[in-house]
């Protein structure tokens, strides 16, 4: 019996999930695993009520269960930044879950900006660091405010997180299968202190561990480029907490969008958090029409971390069937259908 804690959060997060619950229950029934779900309201509603984005103690109950499913954080009444760091960072931390793993792939039927581009060209995986970097709030400001302000930002890497990121990219690489070979993404002309400790990390532990997977380094703003240029060339990406984030995004949008783009926040050893990347995209809350399909798959790479991974392939194949053949488009009021409908669709076309 699995524990899934359910996290709608704000603006059309609540509609997304109903239809990725909708799509984990269709999927449970013909797998024949068993799940229980307990919804945790934590949000931009809940912070304008009580104050609290996400406390100590929801901590310890997240800690209790198998895994997380989080619609999205963001309220527009709400100052940037509080939600975010208050829920989203807080729980990345405080559950430890060090992985950022965002797949990039281009399913059949779905538009990419890159001209010539097809699904066999875009299909690769971004593991992220997702603890430390220019994310762990080393730092600080002195004078603040004054025309003499100072403020510091500093990168934390350590070489027992770095190891354990490049550990998990690796066996993923290797798991996966595919050109068998792991990029790290970083900026060893500049950043020498950071880089450089990420860089005999990966070849001492790609050396002993893992001769079998082909190393090979791009810099972050080459990652970029060739992002776009020949992303055919990437099979598994590695690399730290700030890069990941913003070359997932130029990810999500290669992919189709932010219809589509699913995230998953992961501790191998503890409780991971997965979600759709898209945003809260107020807009568009209660209309029936934003697209569910990131938060379906979001729910797909659940079960693939719980170890159910004949049903995240189910799921997954049914998300591609339906991008190829039913939707005329992933954007918001535009696909053909409406949200409930493509949830639909998408427990229709599981194909056991
Ligand atoms: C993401 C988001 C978050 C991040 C924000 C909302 C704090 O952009 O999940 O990529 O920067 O990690
Ligand atoms: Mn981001």
């Given at each position: 019996m699995?524990?899934?804690?359910?996290?709608?959060?704000?603006?059309t997060g609540?509609e997304?999930?109903?239809?990725?619950?909708?799509?984990?229950?269709?999927v449970a029934?013909?797998?024949?695993?068993?799940?229980?779900?307990e919804?945790f309201d934590?949000?931009?509603?809940?912070?304008?009520?009580?104050g609290e984005?996400?406390?100590?103690?929801?901590?310890?109950?997240l800690?209790?269960?198998?895994?997380?499913?989080l619609g999205?954080?963001?309220?527009?009444?709400?100052?940037?930044?509080i939600?975010e760091?208050?829920i989203?960072?807080?729980?990345?931390?405080?559950?430890?879950?060090?992985?950022?793993?965002?797949?990039?792939?281009?399913?059949?039927?779905?538009?990419?900006?890159?001209k010539?581009?097809?699904?066999k060209?875009?299909?690769?995986v971004?593991?992220?660091?997702?603890?430390e970097g220019?994310?762990?709030?080393?730092g600080?400001?002195l004078?603040?405010?004054?025309?003499?302000?100072?403020?510091v930002q500093?990168?934390?890497?350590?070489?027992?997180?770095?190891?354990r990121?490049?550990?998990?990219a690796?066996e993923?690489?290797?798991r996966?299968?595919?050109?068998n070979?792991l990029?790290?993404?970083?900026?060893?002309?500049?950043?020498?202190?950071a880089?450089?400790?990420w860089?005999r990390?990966f070849?001492?532990?790609?050396?002993k561990?893992?001769?079998?997977?082909?190393?090979d380094?791009a810099?972050?703003d080459?990652?970029?480029?060739?992002?776009?240029?020949?992303p055919?060339?990437?099979?598994v990406i590695?690399?730290?907490n700030?890069?990941?984030d913003?070359?997932t995004?130029?990810?999500?949008?290669?992919?189709?969008?932010?219809?589509?783009?699913?995230?998953?926040n992961?501790?191998p050893?503890g409780?991971?958090m997965?979600?759709?990347?898209?945003?809260s995209?107020?807009?568009?809350?209660?209309?029936?029409?934003?697209?569910?399909?990131a938060?379906?798959?979001a729910?797909?790479?659940?079960?693939?971390?719980l170890?159910e991974?004949?049903?995240?392939?189910?799921?997954?194949?049914?998300?591609m069937?339906?991008?190829?053949?039913k939707?005329?488009?992933?954007?918001?009021?535009?696909m053909?259908?409406?949200?409930?409908?493509?949830?639909?669709?998408?427990?229709?076309?599981?194909v056991k």
């Open positions: 699995y524990k899934i804690a359910v996290m709608p959060g704000d603006g609540p997304v999930v109903r239809e990725g619950l909708k799509v984990l229950e269709a029934q013909l797998c024949k695993f068993k799940y229980e779900t919804v934590f949000g931009g509603e809940r912070y304008k009520r009580t984005t996400l406390p100590d103690l929801a901590i310890d109950e800690r209790k269960k198998d895994a997380i499913f999205a954080i963001g309220h527009p009444d709400v100052q940037p930044g939600l760091k208050g989203l960072l807080k729980a990345r931390f405080a559950l430890d879950q060090y992985i950022n793993l965002r797949p990039v792939k281009l399913y059949p039927g779905v538009e990419t900006p890159l010539d581009k097809g699904p060209d875009i299909d690769f971004v593991v992220r660091e997702n603890t220019l994310y762990a709030g080393a600080g400001v004078k603040q405010g004054t025309p003499d302000e100072v403020a500093e990168s934390i890497n350590t070489r027992k997180g770095v190891d990121c490049l550990r998990y690796f993923l690489t290797k996966r299968n595919k050109a070979t990029t790290l993404c970083g900026k060893t002309n500049v950043l020498t202190y880089f450089h400790l860089e990390a070849h001492e532990m790609g050396q561990e893992y001769s079998s997977i082909k190393r380094y810099h972050v080459a990652t970029c480029m060739w992002m776009v240029k020949n055919e060339w990437f099979d590695v690399t730290d700030m890069f990941g913003i070359i995004d130029l990810g999500a949008m290669i992919q189709g969008g932010m219809g589509i783009a699913a995230g998953g992961i501790n050893e409780v991971s997965f979600e759709p990347i898209g945003g995209a107020p807009k568009y809350t209660g209309k029936n029409v934003i697209n569910p399909l938060a379906i798959s729910v797909g790479m659940l079960l693939d971390t170890g991974t004949k049903a995240a392939d189910m799921i997954e194949k049914s998300v069937t339906v991008t190829g053949t939707l005329k488009s992933l954007s918001a009021g535009k053909g259908y409406s949200t409930t409908e493509v949830g639909d669709l998408v427990c229709e076309h599981l």
